[in-house]
């Protein structure tokens, strides 16, 4: 009696995990076997809604989990086999989907940051200062004896500037540090992105007039 009760306990424990757990490579299989083509014209449409729609065009069943319930989707599809459109759809929209087969489920989610190669590149500036370098010191500290020039301030165009304007042209995946040690810039970004940073650090790292004056004075008092 115990042994009947047993496999009875298993059999239902068996069954509720088959029903949550996915499988992804059925899922494939179903979704390439899929005779029937889609087509969708949207403009701004919400996921859940589209995926609404290639359910009343499939056959199959699918939902969305709900931190992507909400995205917006704009596109146009006609005729399309549904493998096709599926590829299409998710990876536009970085999307992907676990299928539950005993559920007959597909559900879609976040496919996640994709692995991404970044590329670190030391600038040493020769006339630009970042801010916090020795000689940009010496800079502000002989302005401020002087009592400051006309039309000046206690930092280079360059100086001030120059990490902010590398900031600007960086991918959601860069950033920028200085370094004031080597009067130097950081840079980490895309391998692609770097042809836009060194030109633009080409065109900012220049001499100023005031600075050869006042490494010239420098030089000549010691």
């Known amino acids: 009696m115990r042994y009947k009760f047993f496999i009875i306990i298993l059999f239902f424990i068996t069954f509720y995990i088959s029903l949550y757990c996915q499988d992804n490579f059925y899922g494939n299989y179903l979704i390439a076997g899929v005779k029937k083509t889609v087509s969708l014209d949207l403009e701004e449409a919400n996921l859940v809604d589209v995926l609404k729609m290639l359910s009343q065009q499939t056959g199959l069943n699918f939902i969305s989990t709900e931190a992507v319930r909400d995205r917006k ?21 970085n999307l992907t989907y676990d299928y539950y087969p005993e559920a007959s489920i597909f559900v879609v989610k976040e496919m996640g940051k994709p692995s991404i190669e970044l590329k670190t590149k030391v600038y040493y500036l020769k006339y630009a200062r970042v801010k916090s370098s020795k000689i940009q010191r010496e800079i502000n500290t002989k302005i401020e004896e002087e009592g400051g020039r006309s039309g000046e301030t206690t930092e280079t165009e360059e100086g001030k500037g120059i990490k902010e304007a590398v900031k600007k042209v960086l991918t959601e995946y860069g950033k920028v540090t200085e370094d004031p040690l080597t009067n130097s810039l950081i840079v980490v970004d895309v391998p ?9 650090i080409k065109k900012l790292d220049i001499p100023l007039p005031f600075l050869n004056s006042f490494a010239f004075s420098k030089n000549f008092s010691k």
């Open 73 to 93: 989707l704009t596109l146009y599809l006609e005729d399309i086999p549904l493998k096709e459109a599926i590829n299409i759809i998710f990876k536009a929209n």
């Open 192 to 200: 692609s992105q770097f042809l836009i940073i060194d030109e633009l």
